[in-house]
């Protein structure tokens, strides 16, 4: 059974940080490209970043390139986001997919930028 859980999410001050966390299950994590997606309230849900399987290369929507870093341990079937220098427009909840081939969405994980 595929299972993706997403966690690290919280409340944060302008300027500052946080680390995302994804666990993945179910599937080869290893032989998929995997991405982090958000969706702010009334928007649609948007790509935020892609890791390829082997940990390269990635690529970053313009809205958060040189703000965060996506990276994956295939050990660990994990899936991490890196977000520094946060900003209220980045407040949103956040979700990790395989990149090409989407499967269940997981809850997501709220994260609020606010001061």
């Known amino acids: 059974q595929v299972s993706l859980a997403e966690s690290g999410g919280g409340l944060v001050q302008p300027g500052g940080s946080l680390r995302l966390s994804c666990a993945a299950s179910?599937?080869?994590?290893?032989?998929?490209?995997m991405s982090w997606y958000r969706q702010a309230p009334g928007k649609e849900r948007e790509l935020v970043a892609i890791v390829n399987s082997g940990g390269s290369p990635t690529y970053y929507a313009d809205s958060v390139k040189g703000r965060f870093t996506i990276s994956r341990d295939n050990a660990k079937n994990t899936v991490s986001l890196q977000m520094n220098n946060l900003k209220p427009e980045d407040t949103a909840v956040y979700y990790c997919?395989?990149?090409?081939?989407?499967?269940?969405w997981g809850q997501g994980t709220q994260v609020t930028v606010s001061s």
């Open positions: 997919n395989r990149h090409y081939t989407l499967v269940t």
């Open positions: 179910g599937f080869t994590f290893r032989n998929y490209a």
